[in-house]
């Protein structure tokens, strides 16, 4: 089967079990949970399935864990919009703006303790699974929490920002890689390692968003993208500006606070002027190329993860 079909199947898989994660309960908490995961590119728990297989498993023995960790990832996106006041997710109006912030608040719990509950149900490792998902929700609380104290500092170091798109994003992707070796009972060495190409992963990933944010548009990405220009969110490609000319930078988004598209236009222009955005492109392939490195010495079908590496180098949105 070729590579693009194993992601559709993985895909279908992950969505047919997502409609059947809360069939009863209120309405009004119900109704947004679905609204939520009807839209989302499914990385985190296609990760966790294409592991387990490399590593021996048969991927449907691992879906329970991936749709924990799917229900995890769109909690922590539904408080994510909240904070930001953002108006898109996923293609669709965010539950936040189509009902209000108290149904955002009590679907995203509720989604919370679903994914929890989900893996109470893997009869074998799951009280070492929940440690590690409760570690990765301190993680993402903790890089959420960094993203909102860098809005207030016009200038951060790179290793700032590299830590906090590790807490943000890197930790729940190397989470997914490293689940997936669990359930497939792999060495304690393959399970770090398929950690560590996740934790990359994860880095590659954010920056990758950051540099989509800037050449894609807001239908492809299917997400706001005027408010992290607006709060002065730090990106690869911010830090990277700020350091040739931070005044410049903020009389683009003084600019950008009453003409958006005046503003980020000039912003463009002053990235792709100093290859900013070559630069950026260019330090995304090297993470992916450290990413490979890892899966060599590892006695495990490599060649989905290889896959999967070139899937994420490619991705357009």
Partial sequence: ????????????????????????????????????????????????????DACGLNPEEAVDASISIELLHNFTLIHDDIMDNDDLRHGNETI???????????????????????????????SSIIKKFNEGLIEVCEGQALDLYFQDKEIIT?????????????????LSAE????????????????????????????IQDDLLEIISNKSKMGKTLESDFLLNKKTYLSIKSRLIDNEII???????????????????????RNNIIEETEETISEILNKADKILIDLEINRKNLFDYTKFILNRKH
């Fill in 96 to 126: 936040h703006k189509k009902w209000n912030d108290s149904i955002a608040i009590l679907s995203g719990d509720a989604m919370l303790a679903i994914a929890l509950l989900k893996l109470n149900e893997i009869p074998k490792y799951s």
């Fill in 1 to 52: 089967m070729k590579f693009k079909d194993e992601i559709k199947l993985y895909k279908s898989m992950i969505d047919e079990n997502l409609k059947k994660v809360y069939e009863s309960g209120p309405i009004n908490i119900k109704e947004p949970i679905y609204h939520i995961l009807k839209g989302g590119k499914r990385i985190r728990p296609i990760l966790s399935l294409i592991t387990a």
């Fill in 179 to 206: 689940i997936g070796a669990i359930l497939a009972n792999a060495d304690k060495n393959t399970q770090n390692e398929m950690k560590k190409y996740g934790f990359l992963i994860g880095r590659a990933f954010q």
């Fill in 158 to 174: 790179e290793n700032d920002y590299l830590k906090m798109i590790h807490k943000k994003t890197g930790f729940m992707i190397g």
């Fill in 250 to 272: 903020n009389t683009f988004i003084d600019i950008a606070k009453n003409d958006f598209e005046k503003g980020f236009m000039h912003y463009k222009e002053f990235l792709q």
